[in-house]
């Protein structure tokens, strides 16, 4: 049977009003004429009801001449078993709004085909695809936790950073200020050590270079007072300015930061092909929303969906253990390689033709503390399903043309409570995002709620200007272009749980980006 069917079926059950149960479609679907069979249904379905049941068809169908006439179907999947609760089959949802997607109804294999059987009508081709990662530090770390390895990462830090603002002021070192003559005028590219008000309301920002360190007045009725509120401690900028008549202190005319250039001009795929951008999944959590998942899976088999040939995911495949208080009375699975193993099953409802790529998040058994390395031979050995291929966090990965960075966001907690909301908020994350896009670095800030490993090098620079910047982590869909580079927070797969709840989050749930790369616009696909 073909999937487009099913999904025709739907696609006329929401334009007549209707949701149903994904029993129901599948037997609509199945009849000899499935047009007169839906018509016959909605002909005798009761005034006051709006989702379309399974009983009710099949009563439908028995009225039409020759019965349900029925074909049949290879159903290799058990509606019990392991990854489909024998619950009640949910409604389909048959929301047809802007950027929403319908159910295509169909049950999925455990172990999904690709293009190799022509199911779906999918037609893509792996010799047209190109992949290349970069900034992957799997196996790659050297830290310690010596008193050299802090000193290694702050200054790979500073000279990566430094370098983006180098030709935008004519900087002297710390050192070589205090030897100048008061009044000149002077330029200082440092790290910001510490940052305070006066007792006149003036700004006193310190600034730090591999010579020493140096302060620097801000007056707060000077237009860039407002970007003070927008520092964070250990990011890298340049000032220029006046240095006052006894040489100790400059006075700041302007402040930059490395930020991307506006002139930045992003890649583009040479065909049309699609990617799919999600995060959170959360397996193994009371809260997974698998009908969700099932849905979006079943989407993916669609000729709509023929264009998908990656799946990006920005971490948080599982729940995990111990990751906040009491967390275990939340889980589904308390097991922390089960819920690898569920996950790698779910993996499977996927075409096996799209490429899969990964990266950790704070949930997954790997270590806190970021740059995080891929997971370790035990847990790559259990999520084997269509060659899934896992990379650090942040890693840069580049299909087709395109460059994206992917960075689960954990920092992005800290740019929200720091900065000021017009900057920063959670129901806006991509706000947070461009702050980041702005300071060229993940997770500036050292010491704070984030965990950063002091490596020799900072894996966390954005040294190279990406396309697409692609998070999770904060639960949220947010989305837009900070000079022409994407930046993308992707929401999650997980309804609110008692904890969010105590904290006032309220989630996205059930988002699918789907990204054009060929034009980097996007839809965003919702199967809740």
């Not at 830090?157 to 008061?182: C, F, I, W």
């Not at 050995?381 to 899934?388: N, S, V």
């Not at 998070?471 to 927070?489: F, P, R």
Request: hydrophobic share 35%.
């Amino acid at each position: 049977m073909p999937l487009e069917t099913p999904a025709r079926i739907v696609s006329e059950l929401a334009s007549r009003g209707y949701n149903a149960e994904r029993e129901a479609v599948t037997l609509l679907a199945d009849a000899s004429d499935p047009d007169a069979a839906l018509d016959r249904a909605l002909e005798t379905v009761p005034d006051d009801v709006l989702v379309v049941s399974a009983e009710h068809v099949r009563n439908a169908l028995e009225d039409l001449p020759g019965g349900s006439r029925g074909r049949s179907r290879d159903r290799s999947t058990p509606d019990d078993g392991p990854d489909r609760p024998g619950d009640p089959d949910p409604p389909v949802s048959t929301a047809n709004g802007p950027n929403q997607s319908v159910d295509s109804g169909g049950s999925v294999p455990v172990e999904t085909e690709g293009s190799s059987t022509g199911r779906s009508g999918r037609s893509a081709d792996p010799e047209q695809r190109s992949i290349e990662v970069h900034n992957d530090m799997t196996g790659q770390s050297t830290g310690t936790g010596e008193y050299s390895d802090f000193v290694s990462v702050f200054r790979d830090r500073y000279e990566q950073l430094s370098k983006q603002l180098r030709g935008r002021v004519n900087h002297r070192p710390t050192d070589a200020l205090e030897r100048m003559s008061g009044g000149e005028e002077a330029a200082i590219v440092g790290m910001v050590s510490d940052i305070r008000s006066t007792a006149s309301g003036h700004w006193l920002i310190e600034l730090e270079d591999t010579n020493g360190t140096f302060p620097c007045l801000v007056m707060k009725d000077r237009a860039i007072a407002d970007l003070v509120q927008e520092l964070l401690y250990d990011e890298v900028i340049a000032v220029d300015g006046t240095l006052a008549d006894d040489s100790g202190i400059l006075f700041v005319d302007s402040l930059y930061f490395p930020d991307i250039p506006r002139t930045h001009k992003p890649s583009t795929a040479d065909r049309h092909v699609q990617a799919a951008l999600i995060s959170d999944v959360h397996v193994g959590s009371q809260e997974f929303m698998a009908d969700a998942w099932h849905r979006f899976a079943d989407w993916l088999h669609t000729p709509e969906a023929e264009h998908v040939e990656y799946l990006m995911i920005a971490g948080d495949m599982v729940e995990g253990v111990g990751v906040y208080p009491d967390q275990d009375e939340e889980l589904d699975v308390v097991d922390i390689y089960e819920q690898y193993e569920r996950f790698s099953e779910y993996l499977k409802e996927v075409p096996a033709d799209i490429e899969i790529r990964m990266i950790p998040g704070n949930h997954d058994a790997v270590r806190l503390a970021e740059p995080q390395p891929a997971f370790d031979e035990e847990l790559r050995d259990i999520m084997t399903a269509h060659d899934a291929q896992v990379h650090s966090n942040p890693s840069l990965v580049t299909i087709e043309g395109v460059t994206i960075l992917m960075y689960h966001g954990v920092s992005l907690d800290e740019v929200i409570a720091e900065l000021p909301d017009d900057k920063a908020s959670y129901d806006e994350p991509h706000k947070a995002m461009y702050q980041l896009l702005k300071k060229r670095h993940v997770a500036p800030q050292y010491g704070g709620h984030t965990r950063l490993a002091p490596e020799d090098r900072d894996y966390l620079v954005m040294e190279e200007v990406p396309d697409v910047f692609h998070t999770g982590h904060v639960h949220k869909i947010g989305w837009g272009k900070y000079h022409n580079v994407l930046a993308l927070n992707s929401g999650c797969w997980q309804a609110q749980t008692d904890f969010q709840k105590s904290v006032n989050i309220d989630p996205d749930a059930g988002f699918a980006p789907i990204l054009d790369l060929d034009t980097l616009d996007m839809t965003v696909r919702k199967f809740v």
